[in-house]
């Protein structure tokens, strides 16, 4: 497994930067250095450091709280980069590891069976897919032991108080990732029940208790965050991406993903971005799950299982069903629970993310099945499974060079231009278009502060969810001029704007690195502004004057 996610991270490995979603990488990156605060005392889940003065909500966003806290050492060492790179092929590998060992120890499937299963759980398409830039999505590794929790709570009282603990964690890590394990368990085991008759009563009282004692663990030590999230500062209500949008197409759940051995550019038509080929399971794994369902038949577990992915497939077609990239007016499931609290956030795509591990146990469960109760079958069905499996195998994400961090970051000069903890403003500022100035802070690991930024706030209508906020004129400005690429003509309105943004932002300086698209206009443009800028290292740099 550790060789296989290093072979998927190869690129960025080497220090290469996603080619399909390097916008989420500088986000990610921007929070796992954020994270290294937390070593020196600072644990507020609302911080200024980005979209200064304002502020974010870090729960409101993909923050990667827990993963970055967990791996602030090795960001500390060497950088937010190495950290994203790390945590990329660690989440796939420590995603397939935990679900082998649950089939292998947990449902007690042969060692090859489970080690097919957890193959496949770890690096499906749409584990591969998310890599490029989700790690709050792949970082589902502690999954297989919240399920081994919830198929043990009938067992020992403290399996409802580790769950509770797991709960806790996961939530830490990823909450959609949270929300879709809580939705496929309690599906499954609703399925399981069904078709597993008599359900012996005395461990219904057992599994009660458990799941109370499991809640009042999680209810008690989540209490807080979940009310900074939804009730604290610079939160917002509704979801901020449309459910229309990222539906699953139906023609995608037999493609094979443009990220697998087998996969052409043709299907990436099929999904909303290259972050989410979560349906591409392809028609060889569909025909092999089919035909070991019937096989297996009088299993319950395979049964709920399929019948379970088949319900979380028909959630990801989203509010209307997409044929072949048309969207039809046929209703779909997920209209039903389209604007619900919460599920609004998810994004109904990732329901069929939500089916990985249920097909990987039912691959898992016909392989066992082949190996241990049929010698004619003993080898032709692993043979069967494997070349089902072969052309969704994964290829190394596409990556590219990425411009440097300006020596005057990584260097330290601009801690002669700016307090710890001031604000410096990137020309132009970064948004939702071009977060890449990001990077710039997430060198410092976070020393400075940055207005602006690609995150999610309440700057929609009535305080709803928003991609960023909307700029200052200064900032309209800048972006003018790089759109335009020539010096505007100044008026003294632009002037009295830019001391009141100065104000506003807290603002220390100002600096355009080397490169930048339209830097010549830029330049002249702050000169006319704030006076010749200075040459520091591989910057220019500009004092701001209020």
């Not at 290093?6 to 690129?11: I, L």
């Not at 998310?130 to 589902?140: D, K, R, V």
């Not at 032991?145 to 009282?157: D, M, R, T, Y």
């Not at 901020?240 to 990220?259: G, N, R």
Request: proline content about 7%; some cysteine; charged content about 15%.
């Amino acid at each position: 497994m550790v060789l296989a996610a290093a072979f998927v991270t190869k690129g960025l490995l080497a220090g290469r930067g996603l080619a399909l979603n390097p916008d989420d990488q500088a986000l990610d990156e921007w929070f796992l250095a954020y994270a290294t605060r937390a070593y020196r005392g600072d644990l507020s889940l609302v911080t200024t450091a980005l979209n200064s003065p304002d502020g974010i909500n870090l729960l409101g966003n993909a923050s990667l709280v827990g993963l970055g806290v967990l791996l602030a050492p090795l960001t500390l060492a060497f950088g937010a980069p190495v950290t994203f790179a790390v945590a990329t092929g660690l989440n796939l590998a420590a995603n397939g590891i935990g679900w082998y060992l649950l089939f292998a120890r947990g449902a007690r499937l042969h060692r090859l069976a489970a080690l097919i299963g957890g193959a496949f759980c770890g690096f499906a398409p749409g584990m591969v897919s998310q890599s490029n830039g989700h790690l709050h999505m792949t970082a589902a590794w502690l999954v297989p032991p919240i399920a081994w929790c919830v198929f043990n709570l009938a067992g020992k009282a403290r399996h409802g108080l580790l769950l509770g603990l797991l709960v806790v964690g996961q939530f830490f890590l990823g909450e959609e990732v949270l929300l879709l394990a809580a939705v496929t368990l309690t599906l499954f085991c609703l399925g399981y029940a069904a078709t597993a008759r008599p359900i012996p009563r005395h461990a219904l009282p057992a599994l009660a208790r458990g799941l109370a004692l499991a809640g009042a663990v999680a209810g008690a030590l989540l209490a807080y965050p979940i009310w900074m999230q939804f009730r604290g500062p610079q939160s917002a209500h509704g979801g901020v991406f449309q459910p229309e949008f990222y539906s699953a197409d139906l023609k995608s759940f037999a493609a094979i993903s443009p990220l697998s051995l087998a996969g052409g550019d043709g299907a990436a038509r099929l999904a909303s971005g290259p972050a989410e080929y979560t349906a591409f399971f392809g028609a060889p794994v569909l025909i092999v799950v089919l035909g070991a369902t019937l096989w297996l038949w009088r299993r319950p577990a395979v049964v709920a299982c399929t019948v379970v992915s088949l319900v979380l497939c028909a959630l990801a077609l989203g509010p209307r069903i997409v044929v072949g990239h048309e969207r039809t007016e046929q209703w779909a499931p997920y209209s039903l629970l389209s604007g619900l609290p919460v599920v609004e956030w998810a994004l109904p795509t990732r329901f069929a993310l939500a089916a990985v591990p249920l097909l990987g146990f039912v691959l898992a469960s016909v392989v066992h099945a082949a190996l241990t109760q049929t010698e004619t079958l003993k080898l032709l069905v692993p043979v069967a499974v494997t070349a089902a499996l072969v052309p969704l195998a994964p290829m190394p994400l596409p990556t590219v060079e990425r411009a440097p961090v300006p020596r005057f970051f990584t260097e330290g000069y601009w801690r002669g231009f700016a307090p710890q903890d001031g604000t410096i403003v990137p020309v132009p500022l970064p948004d939702w278009r071009d977060p890449q100035a990001m990077r710039w802070a997430a060198a410092t690991n976070v020393a400075f502060a940055t207005p602006q930024g690609w995150f999610i706030g309440p700057y929609g209508d009535g305080g709803r969810s928003a991609v960023g906020v909307f700029p200052r004129p200064t900032s309209q400005l800048l972006h003018r001029t790089v759109a335009n690429d020539n010096a505007p003509v100044l008026t003294d309105r632009d002037r009295v704007d830019l001391r009141r943004d100065i104000a506003y932002w807290h603002a220390s300086c100002f600096v355009l690195a080397d490169g930048q698209k339209g830097a010549g206009a830029l330049k002249s443009t702050l000169d006319a502004l704030l006076g010749p800028g200075e040459r520091v290292a591989d910057v220019w740099v500009w004092r701001a004057r209020g």
